[in-house]
């Protein structure tokens, strides 16, 4: 559309397609968050080195997000631990698929196995651009 024209009635179209795709996914966004936030287990999203870039921070666990989002595994971990972790993510990273791990970690004062679910988060072509961890 030209300055100081009327839209057509398909720029109208495209416009409100535009906006109601936007709030859609605006709303689906909205969903995923209230479903993070409400699991019990622990979930954190990734970028691809391994970073963290969300955390649900779930009551059960004496962590805030604050205390995660922007680190890597090696700020939060013994070596093996983040080690492990990071070989995970590569793996899944570079192979477009799930992987589980159990690690045995010292939490709050008591060593516990916990399973870890890795899973990939793909862009339209494919490529996974987010790793997700349960």
Known sequence: MKPNQSP?????EKLIFKLKSEN???????????????????????????KYLYYN??????????????????????????????????KVKNKGKSESIEVHLDWLGQKKWFS??????KNEDGEVVEIVKV
């Open 116 to 121: 870890e679910y890795i899973y990939p988060f």
């Open 8 to 12: 057509t009635y398909e720029d109208l």
């Open 24 to 50: 859609k996914q605006n709303q689906l966004s909205d969903h995923y968050n209230m479903l993070f936030k409400a699991s019990e287990d622990m979930i954190t999203i990734h970028d691809t080195t391994g």
């Open 57 to 90: 921070g779930p009551t059960g666990y004496a962590i805030s997000p604050e205390d995660i989002v922007g680190k890597m595994p090696h700020d939060l971990f013994k070596k093996k631990i983040a080690d492990e972790l990071m070989e995970a993510f590569n």
